[in-house]
């Protein structure tokens, strides 16, 4: 099935709109989207809670590669579809955003109301005592840590990971929490084998229960965490819209389906139900 923007625009027109995005939304800011269509597979499997947790290696080749993507990722800037989805919110016709994107480009567009499902790559979790710092402040140590730390940045993945090779990998010393001075540092995101905060899911599905629609944007729903709301909804009868380049696997529950670019879709959409043309920020 593939409809209208035009149909799109009928439905997020009602309001109470609740948005639940994906990394299709951040790929035109430059953060690739290795699930979908123009995304390449990521050469290496991602890091998992266990290996990071129980292996020291991994751990290092972890926070090696994400020191350097970490620039890329702190750089990136939010596009013509985050800026949409804010200009729906100010508009009043969206309550709320679930988003699975752990970049924060939701809150750099000016959406409020953002519920961030799997974290957010700028915070640094104490895994021991749980004390949040920020990026820049982790950053700042691992640079004080490895100041001849050198590489190339061949790609940086979603998740704020990098190519490296092992001989690059071995010199590079982590750093451990600043407050406790022994507990494990974290990015405060929800690794592959690790499960969402249960209050956080709770949270997202009384929203969607809350909403007249919800509304997907760049995600191919290939993992349970976010395709469970898009489930919830349809249960719920209430109508769901994905906008998302290639098939999902939620296209089965979808009421609207369009499959083209989001930074098109989503500007054309803004116009059509504000009633104001796209400004750039
Ligand atoms: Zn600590």
Same mark, same amino acid.
């Given at each position: 099935?593939t409809?209208?923007?035009?149909?799109?625009?009928? =439905?997020?027109?009602?309001?109470?709109?609740?948005?639940?995005?994906?990394?299709? =939304?951040?790929?035109?800011?430059?953060?690739?989207?290795?699930?979908?269509?123009?995304?390449?597979?990521?050469?290496?499997?991602?890091?998992?809670?266990?290996?990071?947790?129980?292996?020291?290696?991994?751990?290092?080749?972890?926070?090696?590669?994400?020191?350097?993507?970490?620039?890329?990722?702190?750089?990136a800037?939010?596009?013509?579809?985050?800026?949409?989805?804010?200009?729906?919110?100010?508009?009043?016709?969206?309550?709320?955003?679930?988003?699975?994107?752990?970049?924060?480009?939701?809150g750099?567009?000016g959406?409020?109301?953002?519920?961030?499902?799997?974290g957010?790559?700028?915070?640094?979790? #104490?895994?021991?005592?749980?004390?949040?710092?920020?990026?820049?402040?982790?950053?700042?140590?691992l640079?004080?840590?490895n100041?001849?730390?050198?590489?190339?940045?061949?790609?940086?993945?979603?998740?704020?990971?990098?190519?490296?090779?092992?001989?690059?990998?071995?010199?590079?010393?982590?750093?451990? #929490?600043?407050?406790c001075?022994?507990?494990?540092?974290?990015?405060?995101? /929800?690794?592959?084998?690790?499960?969402?905060?249960?209050?956080?899911?709770?949270r #997202?599905?009384?929203?969607?229960?809350?909403?007249?629609?919800?509304?997907? =944007?760049?995600?191919?729903?290939?993992?349970?965490?976010?395709?469970?709301?898009?489930?919830?909804?349809?249960?719920?009868?209430?109508?769901?819209?994905?906008?998302?380049?290639?098939?999902?696997?939620?296209?089965?529950?979808?009421? /609207?389906?369009?499959?083209?670019?989001?930074?098109?879709?989503?500007?054309?959409?803004?116009?059509?139900?504000?009633?104001?043309?796209?400004?750039?920020?």
């Open positions: 099935m409809t209208s923007v035009q149909e799109l625009a009928a =439905l997020v027109a009602g309001g109470q709109v609740v948005v639940l995005s994906g990394a299709g =939304l951040s790929t035109e800011s430059g953060i690739p989207d290795y699930r979908g269509p123009s995304g390449v597979a990521r050469r290496h499997t991602p890091m998992t809670f266990q290996a990071f947790t129980r292996d020291a290696v991994a751990r290092r080749r972890y926070w090696a590669r994400s020191h350097l993507g970490w620039r890329l990722i702190a750089r800037a939010p596009n013509a579809g985050h800026r949409a989805v804010a200009r729906l919110q100010d508009a009043g016709l969206v309550d709320a955003v679930i988003t699975q994107n752990v970049d924060g480009l939701h750099a567009a959406s409020d109301r953002v519920v961030e499902l799997h957010r790559l700028d915070e640094v979790i #104490c895994l021991d005592c749980g004390n949040l710092t920020s990026r820049e402040e982790m950053d700042r140590r640079r004080e840590a100041p001849d730390f050198v590489a190339q940045v061949a790609e940086v993945n979603p998740d704020g990971d990098v190519d490296l090779p092992d001989e690059q990998v071995a010199g590079f010393r982590p750093v451990d #929490c600043g407050i001075g022994t507990g494990m540092l974290k990015p405060d995101v /929800v690794f592959f084998g690790e499960t969402v905060p249960p209050q956080r899911v709770e #997202c599905f009384a929203l969607v229960e809350q909403a007249r629609a919800v509304v997907v =944007l760049g995600s191919s729903l290939t993992v349970m965490s976010g395709r469970r709301f898009v489930i919830r909804a349809a249960k719920q009868g209430i109508p769901v819209a994905i906008v998302n380049q290639g098939p999902t696997r939620g296209d089965g529950y979808a009421t /609207v389906r369009v499959d083209a670019p989001l930074g098109d879709v989503l500007p054309e959409l803004a116009e059509r139900v504000t009633g104001a043309s796209a400004v750039p920020v």
